[in-house]
């Protein structure tokens, strides 16, 4: 059933997102705590226009992945907002600066719920197109769920450009800066594979893997490693399965990289033991 707007009171702001705020709130009667994300009616058409892109792709969605939206309401006042599932442990950015580095069983269980939402999305012919740790969001029965459709983009048909320059080029792919060198047979659901990738050896290693530890990305620098670098690899300790696994996502030419469907039966995902993400 849904959730109007009367039923909550707000308890607290859980975060900023460009253009919009969340809240952790909870229902009045039933006590229930969800997250509220709320856009402001005097804000930017461009933000206004990622809200409606994002409520149209919750509304088709339904995963265990994919973070669930129990209602939708529109004030006369412009203000535009979303209840969606309250995922208790925040973002795996979050995880990453609590509790450090993730160990190989943790990250398979990641990658598993990762590319089972994404295999979701890619077979519903949606791009998500901002994967990165702050959209991955973790709750306490270990479950993680993507967030943030501002950005998606639905294929309507095949040849649909989807290379517009959106989200946060620190995880963008190689072919979406030149598709002419990477992108073979281009089809956008390889980037998102290709942010997958990144963020496992980030979580991994702690920091993001074009840049030395500590170093805030500059868009140039970044651009250069991205489309003219060899790219990044697991360090000597890692597993021969999480190696090549990482190998397969991080392929530069789009059209040699895994997909979704195949890096699912990859021995790094189904041969791993199920484990709590954190131990609390
Ligand atoms: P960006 O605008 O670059 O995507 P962001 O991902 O931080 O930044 P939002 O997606 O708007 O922005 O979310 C803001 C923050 O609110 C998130 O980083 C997260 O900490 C928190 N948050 C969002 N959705 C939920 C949720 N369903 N449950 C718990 N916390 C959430
Ligand atoms: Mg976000």
Request: with cysteine.
């Amino acid at each position: 059933s849904t959730i109007s707007c009367n039923d909550i009171e707000k308890l607290h702001v859980l975060g900023h997102g460009n253009g919009g705020t969340v809240y952790k709130v909870r229902h009045k009667r039933n006590s229930q705590i969800y997250a509220l994300k709320v856009v402001h009616g005097d804000s930017d058409p461009l933000v206004r226009r990622q809200i409606y892109r994002e409520i149209e792709i919750l509304r088709r969605t339904d995963s265990p992945n994919i973070v669930k939206c129990h209602g939708v309401y529109e004030k006369p006042s412009g203000e535009i907002a979303i209840t969606m599932e309250y995922m208790d442990l925040g973002t795996l950015d979050s995880l990453l600066q609590k509790y450090g580095t993730f160990n190989e069983t943790r990250l398979s269980n990641v990658a598993r719920q990762v590319l089972n939402g994404l295999g979701y999305l890619h077979a519903q012919k949606i791009i998500h197109r901002d994967i990165k740790p702050s959209n991955l969001l973790v709750n306490k029965a270990m479950e993680v769920k993507i967030a943030d459709f501002g950005v998606s983009k639905i294929m309507h048909r095949t040849l649909d450009s989807c290379n517009s320059y959106v989200g946060t080029c620190a995880y963008m792919s190689p072919e979406r800066f030149d598709p002419d060198t990477y992108g073979g047979t281009y089809n956008g659901f390889a980037a998102d594979i290709w942010s997958l990738g990144l963020i496992l050896l980030e979580l991994y290693l702690g920091h993001f893997p074009f840049l030395p530890p500590g170093q805030r990305p500059d868009w140039a620098t970044l651009m250069c490693a991205i489309c003219f670098g060899d790219p990044p690899s697991l360090p000597e300790g890692a597993s021969e399965e999480f190696r090549d696994f990482i190998q397969c996502c991080l392929q530069k030419e789009s059209g040699k990289r895994w997909t979704a469907a195949q890096l699912l039966s990859h021995p790094f995902v189904c041969n791993a033991p199920r484990s709590d993400l954190v131990d609390l």
